[in-house]
Each structure stands twice: as structure tokens, then as C-alpha cells.
């Protein structure tokens, strides 16, 4: 039973958050057991581990978790603790091996996670059972459209059922040609001071800071961009001439997306923007034959954000993926991975990934932006009299409009529906008593109407 009240925490139908959910050490332990436990979670892609014994490192919460393709071809998840004394089996990031080896006393576990070797086994132990003695799998590891998710939760939905809708959004990414996408190269890795739903809740439904937060950056942009730089996302570089009409916000719970919906401003910050929207428009047609309309015309190359909770952004458009891993109550490690169709050309390729480095890369223009913001939230609350204010996110609540996707939209991209909705999934996750209650049964922005 927790000491918190998580309905107060969260008002949402004041749109209103208790500043404690970003410092208390408390809650974000009952984070790490009520979220990150729960949860499915991102841990990779099919396209990093084409082979059998090809493996990566990644998090779960704060657990360390290795993902590694079996011999036999499947892909498992492990936690990387010796089952010995806890030590790490495994330090590297990624790579290819037959075994694991601890490098604290040698036991050796193959790469489908059973016990192979044990020193001195015969002449020191009676009976040791190494069937008994794998490493931890996670409990369910599973695949949607070449992106593996892993959940520590034995009972709850399957993957296709926690993503629901959201599949036809993520559709756009992962189903937009016969090939299927892939993550290219490594990804940056940046700790920042911050609490880690501060960059979610950013990446996915921000669209209010962009112009103003950014402006110095936008400001590079406008001298090197050769894009649609006059306007990015519907404002004007100079914070005025504001128009993000046909552009939107939808919920799809616990998901969300924010778009565009114009087809090409992704590229508004590339330098080198050509070869991309030429590649756009070449394949464009077959997608549009593949996914249909909405999303070959409206949502391919467009910038939008989709949001899967609770960690993971795909960027469509700016063709980044982004994973934001807890460190504490006030501190989160973002890995943000460059991707694109298998079926794009090079040249292409080497464009986007010079483009992901340069606006969200460990030293990217906009990257660094945020995380002084998203640092200073979290931080001033140590503060007795500043921990008793409120974040409020009302904007545009109950606006909504017609539209032809899944989910309940809303007009606009400088909107607050999509912060609203993590912070509503977040409160539903905290109450929820299994696994199997963490799914919404609807929109928040379908129950409250108040403008
Ligand atoms: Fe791994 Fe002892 S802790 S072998
Ligand atoms: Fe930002």
C-alpha cells in the first residue's frame, strides 16, 4: 500500500501535477516496480542482431539487461547479473559471442542464458544443479514488426495488444516498405540531471517550446537550412506568424502522436535536405499503395512524434528513436538512435545520421536545450516553499476535431493533450494493482470538457 495518493498527485481535470512526482526518492522507486517492471519496454531491433550470438546492452528501469540472438535463432533477454554473487556477466555494449563469461570467479553461460561452465565445478561442488542456474530471462520478449520489446510482467496484455492502435501509426515507420526500417550505427548516449518524464512528456507533446526554447538554434537552422526554415512546426523563427492549422495532437491510450501532418517539414532542420525529400517522393506512391492515404500522404515524412509509453519516441521525419532510461529520481540517460528504411540509398543514409547528431546527438543543438530545462524543473523543488507549486498543462483541453485515423485527435501541435495523456497513464500505471489493469479505457480528453 503506498503512502502516496497518486489521485492527487495527478488532477486531471484540473490538468494539474504535484511537483513531488519529479523529486520524491519514494516515488520513483514505486516507479521502477509499478512502471518499468510492468510495462512493455523498447530494448532494440531486429536490424542489430541479424545474427545468431550478436548481442546489445540496454535498460530496463535501472536493471541492466543484456539482448542477445540464441544459437537457435531466438532472441531472449537476460539480466546481466552473474547468478553466482550478482556480478556483471556482461560489459560491453554490443557485440557477438558464444558465452558470458564473469569475470569474477569464470562462470560461463551460453548465449540462449543457460549455465555452460563452471570452474572447478567437479572438485568443489556437490550436485550443483546448473540447469537452475541460468541467467534471469525477462519474462516475456516479443517482436513487433522487427522492433523487440521486453516485459518483466509473467500476466497482462501481449505486445500487439498493449501497442493496439498505435500499431497504425507505427506502421508509418516500420511497414513503409516491403524491407522494413533499421536502427544505423550506435546510438548517442547523454545522462542529463533531470527527472526522466520531463524529456518523455517533451519529446512527445511539447510543441509550445520549440520556437521559443530553441530560438537560438533554430536561429543555425535558419543560416544553414536550406528546408523549410521561414517556419518550423507553424511558427515563425522570430516567434511570430503562428499557424498550425491542419497540423494535430491524438491520443491513443497510453500512447500518443503529435504531426505535422504536412508531408515534409522534418526536413525543416537538415542542411542538406534534397536527397531526402527527393527519396520521399520516390517512394511515396508505393507507400501510399501500402499504407493507404492518411499515412502515405499525410504522415510519411512528416515531422511526428510517436509517443509509446512510457520511454520510447520514434521521431517520423526527423528518422530518430529515442529511449529515455531512469537514473534516479533526478537524473535519466537518453539514447537516441539514428534510423531509416533498409531500402534507403546511402547517401541518404549518411544524411540523417549527420542530422541526428547535430539537433540531438551528445553535444545536438536541441538536445542541449532542453536538458537545461528539464534540470532545472526537477532540481528547484529542493526547495520547501517551491515543492508546493503545480505544473499545469491546460492547453487546448476538450479541443478536439474530426479525424480519420485511430484515437481522439485535437487541432494544433502547440497543444498540451499529449503531456496530459502520459501524465493520466502515468497515474493510471502507479493505481493499477497487476499488470493486466494497466491499459486505459479511454482518453482523458474524451471525459473532461473545459476550455
Ligand atoms: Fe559471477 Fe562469481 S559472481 S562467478
Ligand atoms: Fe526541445
Redesign the pocket.
Known sequence: MSKFDYNKLIDNEAALQSRSIFWEPEIYQEELKQIFNRCWLFLGHDSQLPEAGDFLRTYMGEDDVIVVRGEDGEVRAFLNACSHRGNKVCHAEWGKTKAFTCSYHGWAYDNMGELAAVPLEESIYDNLDRSKLGLVPVARVQNYKGMIFGTFAEEGPDLVEYLGDMAYYLDVVLDASPEGMELIGTPYRVEIPGNWKLPVE?AIG?GY??AW??AGAMRVVGTIGQGRSESVLGIGKDNTGFDDSGQLQIAIPPHTILSTLDGQSGYALYDNPGPCIEHLERVRPSVVERLGEVRGKQLLGSETHMGVFPNLQIIQGLNLLRVIHPKGPGAFEVATYSMADKNTPDEVKDIIVKHVGQTFGSAGI?EG??GDFTEAITHSPNGYATRQMKGWLGMAKGRTMDWDGPGEASPGIVNELCQREFYAQWQRTMLAESASDILPQAPIQKESVNG
Open positions: 517533451n511539447d517550446h520549440v526554447a530553441h536541441l536545450d532542453d
